[in-house]
């Protein structure tokens, strides 16, 4: 059984171009997913999709830098598709799906979601917004098969483009583990994504904290820092 850390990125983001590969503690953005990918016990290959064509070039040079990284391209508003090609080409059988756009996100609740997935056997879990944790901290954990499944089945724009909501919206057919921390479940007021131009300018300062001393610190280090100096998790200050 395989299992392949797919990590959907863009080089064309509307909000802040370029994104993924802004420097961030001295490295590109996407750098940090990755490095952090491969500390979770279980992943056996790590695959970032990007959408096809030229403008993607910039990202898609980059990460065809890294070792060990497979680099797959799919239509850019299809991200089923996408994930779906990037599951055949890296021949998964279990995909768990990441951003590129959380940079901090924290391989010990990959590995828990990972864990629960393993121990529950629902057909797809996802760790998402309301879980409790800070944001930034989403994941996924879905099947080929039922990959496969929606590909075949799925025809609405917002279901090609979202992966996920086709599954949602037919509960009955798959079982959903919804993955939440123990007694806070909820949306956390606290946020480690990047968006736009604020959010870069706010994780930066978090970075400079928290990364000299543990390149992959977690998100109890992030609310740590969040509680003694609140001001630097206010986008734009």
Known sequence: MTTVAVIQARHTSSRLPGKMILPLAGIPVIEHSIQRIRAVSGIDKICI??????????????????DGVHLSRGPEEHLLTRFVIAARETQADTVIRLWGDCPAVDP???????????????DWAYLNDQSGWPLGSECQVLPRELLETAAAEVSSANDLEAVHTWFDRNAERFTKLAVRRPGAAGQNPIEVLLDTRADYAKLCKIFERLYPRNPLFGMEEVEALASSEPELFISGT
Not at 57 to 65: D, G, M, Q, T, V
Not at 108 to 122: I, S
């Open 49 to 66: 999709t990007i959408p096809e064509g030229d403008a993607q070039a910039p990202l898609a040079i980059e990460i065809e830098s890294l």
């Open 108 to 122: 010990a609740l990959v590995q828990f979601t990972m864990d629960a997935f393993a121990a529950q056997k629902p």
